[in-house]
């Protein structure tokens, strides 16, 4: 096994550790040439339409990798069926869960499951601590220089923040890139102006969605779960750096997390994406009770461009927006 799948963000350490590459299966799906024939792959193989594209993108993708380590609990309850149709076919894979609970004993248990099957330990994975961490510093480092100076594009905010999942399955070639993000905006004049808008709720499977905001004079200045997959909270350990990671536990900690980021980062309103079939809609009911600011709710399908409902939506947020500043 030397390629190995991640259905999300879980701990690289083990992987580091371990030699084994870590390969974020959504990043392989939405990155590929076709991404849609990938979807129709599933399909074909019998996955029904009314199933999270996103799902489907990672069962064929994951025909890429060697191993697949999905996340059973904290993440989407898709997951387990989908390990559980890869396993039947051969593949080995790993359920890998986020305590409900938050307790620390039991996340310990899970990664050092987690190391079993990759063929590492806790101690060894400790090892990998302060290089994961420096790599996931230079994410959080575009993500500030873009919403403070907006000299880093919204679109490459995102794509340093989702990747930093597996350091696009190269951490050198991946901190090249990114260390070469940060030098070309020093000294550039960035645009921020217009609406300032946080993004919220899962990576949007539109593929333009970004540079489609800021062509209509927004500027998207903070990336909740994607800025979480680059586990923002330092605590010094880089176990309880998981035990902070706000998107796998209750809700409440991603309410906290959006207010405190929306109030520093003088947001005006929030697009949560939804993605269809998937069980986290739900989660838009208690963002419009709780967040106390303008709430436009996109959903996404299949993979490609932003679509013209979903673009007239957002236009007439905007002018909604603009309106009141
Ligand atoms: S979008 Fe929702 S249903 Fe789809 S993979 Fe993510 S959590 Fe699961």
Redesign the pocket.
Known sequence: MDRVGI??TVPLEPFLASGKQAVDL?NSFIGSASPNELVEEAQVKGYPRN?????KG?DTASSLVDGVVGVVRG?????ESLLETLHREGMPVHPFSYPFNRDRKDLVAEIEELCGFLGTTIDESSEMADETRSMRDLALEVDEIGWKTGSISAQDVHISLVSSSDLGGDPSLWERSVRSLIENSSGKEGMIRGPRLGFIG?PPIISNLFPRIEGLGAKVVFFETQRQFAMPKRTGNWIDDYLEYTYPYDIGGRVDDIKRECGRRKIDGIVHYV?S????QIDDIIFRKELGLPILTLEGNLPGPLDERNLIRLEAFLDVLEGGL
Do not use: A, E, G, K
Request: hydrophobic letters at 30%.
């Open positions: 259905t999300t959504n199933i999270c594209t996103w799902i990672l993440d989407c309850s898709n997951t899962v993605q079939f998937c069980h986290r």
